[in-house]
Every structure is written in C-alpha cells, then in structure tokens.
C-alpha cells in the first residue's frame, strides 16, 4: 500500500512556481521520498529523490520537513509541458516502488 | 538519467495467443525490474519483481502462469502475457533499478496492449 497523502489535482499558472504537498507521516529512517511524474501514455519520468536535506537538481527543488513527515516538490517555473500526474512515494532500500493516485497536475496558458 | 527501451510499444493481438513484451536497460547493469499495469484513468499497479537469474516475484493476484516473466541477464526482463483477452488489454510499464539503497528506478515507455 502507498504510504502517502498527496492531492488528487491542482492548477497553476504558467510561469508561476507550482508547490505539490506529499504527506508521508509514517515514514522510516531509512526511507527516502522519491517523486515521479507521468505525462499521458507514457511511462514514469524521475524528478527528484531525498532523505532528509532538501534537494534541488535541474528540474525541481525538493523540501522536506524536519521530521520528515511531510515534503514538498517545487518546480521554480512551471510550463504547459509539466502537465502531468505527480507522484510521491516513499521507499527504502530494495523495497518496490509502490504507486499511490498522484496529483493531477495542470498548468494554465 | 539512465534510459530503459521497452518494446513494442503498442501490439495488437488475438484473444486466445501470446504476447512477449522486452524491457532493456540500455545504459547500466540492472539487478532488478519491475512489472506494473496500468488501466485508463487509474495509477500504475506492481505486477511483479524480478531479480537477474531469478524466479520472479509476483504481486497478490497477479496469476504467474498467465504472466511469464523472465530476466535472464542484467539488461533484459521479458514478459509475455499467455493465453490474452480482452480483459488483459491494458498499458504495460517496466522499470529497472540497480538494486542500489540510494538509487532511483528508470521506466520505459510503456507498452499498449489491446486483445481483439
């Protein structure tokens, strides 16, 4: 079973910076929190994965809140093409990734 | 980031054949990969778990006799759905890791299978 919270949908504007909530409350340790996204048809593209530090790479920034039960995944500004479905999910170790419904993800002209 | 090639990408098949479905890494060694199915408008479902050499590991309810899994080396996982109908029809996802602690998982582009 996914062990996160997240948002079934959210809007943003073009240009803006779109923050996407993931509440993961009984997460480990050892478990990191990884965030994908899924335009249509496609397979899963990786974002951007942490521990506990927040993360930053070329295509977002992520925030993780000190007691690690929450994060959030910022892309600094948002374009029609980042229209996807976000997902949140956190894993440890060998362990599967597990899918929970995302957030459906939806930039404005 | 790391490419997986799955393919075909879409297939069209009879009810009652087989389809073999090949998932590749391309670029590195993967020691696992996984097998996901996706159905419209719902998230991506864990079939099963492979390990290089291994027998697979199947998800409860996913019947291993209708969906063969083999990983017979670090760079290739095949699946072939056996016996397919129309309720098999659906959008199938591989990914492969490198079984690393701090690593993430590489997807392919999934493959759309539709039983006639």
């Known amino acids: 079973d996914a062990k996160t919270t997240q948002p079934p949908s959210m809007d943003c504007a073009e240009g803006r910076a779109a923050n996407l909530p993931c509440n993961h409350s009984?997460?480990?340790?050892?478990?990191?929190v990884y965030w994908y996204r899924q335009i249509h048809s496609q397979g899963p593209q990786y974002i951007i994965h942490?521990?506990?530090n927040n993360e930053t790479n070329e295509m977002a920034s992520l925030i993780i809140t000190e007691d690690r039960k929450s994060s959030t995944l910022i892309l600094p500004h948002a374009t029609l093409r980042d229209t996807a479905v976000y997902y949140c999910?956190?894993?440890?170790?060998?362990?599967?990734?597990?899918f929970g419904q995302g957030t459906r993800l939806t930039i404005n002209p | 980031g790391a490419v997986v090639s799955q393919h075909p990408s879409r297939v069209i098949c009879k009810s009652g054949t087989s389809v073999k479905i090949e998932c590749r890494s391309l670029?590195?060694?993967?020691?696992?990969m996984f097998w996901y199915r996706q159905f419209p408008k719902q998230s991506l479902m864990l079939m099963a778990t492979?390990?290089?050499?291994?027998?697979?590991?199947?998800e409860q309810g996913v019947e291993k006799d209708k969906f063969l899994i083999n990983h017979a080396s670090l760079t290739l996982s095949t699946l072939t759905v056996t016996s397919a109908h129309p309720e098999d029809s659906s959008f199938y996802i591989c990914?492969?890791?490198?079984?690393?602690?701090?690593?993430?998982?590489?997807f392919g582009q999934g493959t759309r299978l539709t039983v006639v």
């Open positions: 990914s492969a890791a490198t079984g690393a602690v701090d690593t993430e998982a590489f």
């Open positions: 009984t997460i480990s340790g050892n478990e990191y």
């Open positions: 942490g521990l506990k």
């Open positions: 999910i956190v894993k440890g170790g060998a362990q599967k990734l597990v």
């Open positions: 670029d590195f060694q993967a020691t696992t």
């Open positions: 492979s390990n290089e050499g291994s027998k697979a590991t199947y």
